[in-house]
């Protein structure tokens, strides 16, 4: 018997659907995201940190707040979590644009073409060192402001459009929203950029730039002088992970062959003379720029920025880079630990009554779990339960209204739960009991074995569907009180099935009916036997026990007082076509073949009732049973 933690209960469902993420809030009251809470807990963390200081170069009267931090993760699916008053905060850009740049050329001259101008190594220098190939004055790679301005170099004007505004659309279609240049922090760049200005005439000298070496210098500025949000970099940086499609807006921005080399070269170079202690201790292909700003991408699942002026002795954001650390250990985002893409997906909750147990209930217990039915969902996710996975998971948990008190999670189709899931699934779990709800698993492969979730103070955990979803139908017949209970005797008069005829027909019918008790175990009646009479259950419970394609026995339904059984087998060439096998001691009432004849014989009307009310009775069943079949074909 599964542990009952409480009087409530909630239904998760985990089933293969194909790719990608697709979570929709199911209803509008929604209960706090563990997430959410994990990124505000660390931003107040964090916010204790005071090194650094925030870049120089900035228009008069427009001193960056060494205070200002906002956190955002965007997930492939669109949905962004922010954290810190400044999530929306203006910035510039800086040198975070430079992937981007790096992804226009890319589209524009293809990758032979931008590998002739700028190389793939990482440098190991600072991010504005002049150092170029001595044989060939390529840059090291497009992430140093030399490979930079050498890439910008190549981004010619088209369709009506100059370079700049071409780099303004491609940035805004990868935000999501329209972007623009800040010309008084152009102003003050241009003031400032000899060091760039000699890089330009350097790589010009080389022939790396054949146009205007001014020219290339200021398309850069006014690329740097872009004004972005966290929220911005998020979307923009989410738009990688996917492989080039914009989460939110679904519109494709970057072909897949321009992301991967992208994301190669911001592993390896991305963060300058910091880039091998980033890849050990971070694993995220990620961007600082002196604005302030810090984007990472963990590719096939989500996409991160980070907004805090002040820098470390690299020109990386102190309180961006920390955050990012502590995500990737804490989220299990560094890249060896990412989950394998394109198999993970949740789809939306149904209802218990779409989806209902073996049990063939009464008529008063189906109208009760009809009514109480928004009591319970079941959601169904497949894949593999790591960050992104289990974020959507907890993510549609989180949105369910609060009258939502039993919900199944079934990961049969799961292949693989991170420590980081059992630690999200456990939040949640002391989430929901902390609002008197409860978590219930469908899992019979052994994955949570040995986790807090399989402890003493665990959760249910079931090896089918059916089973969790009958323990979840008798807890909301006992929540609702004695009237909608089970009732463990149904004498034959008070059997739903001859509820057509009258008192005094039922009260005929049973003088034809002989009594048969049976023990736990007992096989009743067993397949392929002849028509053995109509068998009306007065108490206890008949599984009714089949064959499935492989051959294997299964339990197809259970039966319990007031139903009948044994009358299907009259349209089956009179044969038993299924094993009905007593589950515990079992009180029967059957009006055997012998007795249907003399019914037949003695009181016509009263067999033609008979055969009338059971006719109406299987054929609710059988209709029930087609509704089920569409819904099952439809989850």
Known sequence: MPRVLDDSLILLSVRPTGSGFSVEALYAEAMESPIQRHLDDLLQDVSRITDGRPYSVHPPGRDPDPDAFGICLATV????YTAGAAADTEFSIHSISKPFSYALALADHGLDAVDEKVDLEPSGDPFNEISLSPDSGRPANAMINAGALAVVAMLKGGGGKSAPRRIVDFYSRLAGRRLSVDQSVYDVEIRNS???????????????????????????????SMQVTCRDLAVMAATLSTGGTNPVTGEDVIDIESVERVLSVMMTSGMYDDAGSWASSVGMPAKSGVGGGTLAVLP??????????????HGSSVRGVETCRRLSRDMEMHF??????????VRRGVSITELPSRIRRTEEEASVLEQFDDACRIIAVTGDLHFAATESLVRAVSGLDAHVTIVVLDMRQVFEVSDLAVRMLEDLRRRLLADRRRLVVIEGGGLLEGTPLDGEDGVPIFSGRGSAVEYCEDLLLVE??????????????????????DTAQRSRLVTYMEPRAHEDGDIIRRVGQRFG?????????????????????????????????????????????VT????GPVELMVLTPEALERLEKDDPPLAVGLWRALTRDAYMLVDRYLRETAVRLRY
């Open 77 to 80: 699916d669109g949905h962004v």
């Open 194 to 224: 000899d060091r760039n200005h000699a890089l330009a005439y350097l790589l010009s000298s080389f022939g790396i730039i054949d146009d205007d070496p001014t020219r290339a210098l200021k398309n850069y500025l006014r690329q740097c």
């Open 300 to 313: 096939g699942q989500a996409g991160l920025a980070v907004y805090s002026p002040p820098l470390d002795r």
């Open 336 to 345: 060896v630990r990412a989950a394998r893409s394109g198999g993970s997906a």
């Open 480 to 501: 609702h009180g004695d009237a909608v209970a089970e009732r463990t005797r149904v004498p034959v008069l008070e059997s739903p099935a001859i509820s057509p005829l």
């Open 533 to 577: 009479g109509v068998h009306f259950i007065v108490s206890g419970r008949v599984n009714t026990v089949g064959t499935d394609p492989s051959g294997s026995r299964v339990r197809l339904n259970t039966l319990s007082a007031g139903m009948t059984f044994g009358e299907l087998s009259l349209g089956s060439e009179d044969r038993q076509e």
């Open 580 to 583: 009905e096998k007593a589950d």
